[in-house]
């Protein structure tokens, strides 16, 4: 009884720090009014599930994507409107390579080094950030997740009570680093916050904004969903530097 009350104690207070230490949005909602849409867009991370559904999605709105990645052979999409870009995000030369000419940046960066302190997801970021600030690159989508700042334990009580606790403190603990790096640079940004994430079909008619989520089920949804509400963000500004919840 000691032990699980002691864990209960834990899981509660990585919850307070997580919404202590990630990104709160200050500001309502905008009107939404459409911007005109990049031509040219960089995906970072685009091997990973939601990247590959972003390189897919992006080519079929008839953007011209560059796919930043360390194995392209992961990739497994080819299109004469994609171009792949070796690199690693931890490296600043390999990221201002592929900067080189983009207009937007989406990034749904990655791993799975789980279980011990990294600042892989913070530090690529910050790469990322002075490389567009560089090229005068404006626009960046970044994927975090709910369970961070105003978002916290919206992800259910089985995330908030077993899976950030015991399997993700670490990685989660760098998004709010992530969050925070984002949020005092100068581009235009918007992180995107999704639920647990699935490999379904996309389903359309997503849930998005502050406020969404449950403190008791666990909320989902695909990263088909994740990635067109990513792209939506490209396109307008009505979650311009806020961090929106998506879930079905």
Not at 123 to 137: D, F, K, P, W, Y
Not at 172 to 177: G, H, L, V, Y
Request: aromatic share 10%; glycine share 10%.
């Amino acid at each position: 009884m000691t032990l699980l009350l002691g864990f209960i104690v834990y899981a509660v207070a990585l919850s307070v720090a997580l919404a202590r230490a990630g990104f709160w949005s200050q500001a309502a909602p905008s009107s939404g009014a459409p911007r005109h849409p990049p031509a040219r867009v960089l995906i970072v991370g685009a091997t990973g599930g939601t990247g590959r559904q972003l390189v897919a999605r992006a080519l079929e709105r008839g953007y011209a994507v560059t796919a930043f990645v360390r194995d392209p052979a992961r990739l497994g999409i080819s299109h004469p409107q994609l171009t792949v870009v070796q690199g690693d995000v931890l490296d600043v030369g390999s990221v201002e390579k592929a900067m080189r000419g983009q207009e937007a940046v989406l990034s749904a960066l990655g791993h799975k080094r789980f279980f011990y302190p990294t600042r892989i997801l913070s530090q690529g970021t910050r790469n990322i950030l002075s490389a567009m600030e560089t090229h005068g690159v404006s626009r960046f989508v970044c994927e975090t997740s709910m369970g961070i700042g105003d978002s916290a334990g919206r992800m259910g009580l089985y995330y908030t009570f077993f899976v950030l606790p015991v399997i993700l403190p670490f990685y989660f603990w760098d998004k709010t680093r992530q969050e925070r790096v984002i949020a005092a640079s100068s581009v235009e940004w918007v992180l995107v916050r999704p639920g647990a994430l699935t490999n379904g079909d996309s389903r359309g008619g997503s849930r998005h904004g502050r406020g969404v989520g449950s403190f008791l089920w666990t909320v989902r949804i695909s990263r088909a969903d994740v990635a067109e509400f990513m792209l939506d963000q490209v396109e307008s500004d009505t979650y311009l530097r806020s961090a929106p919840g998506v879930c079905w």
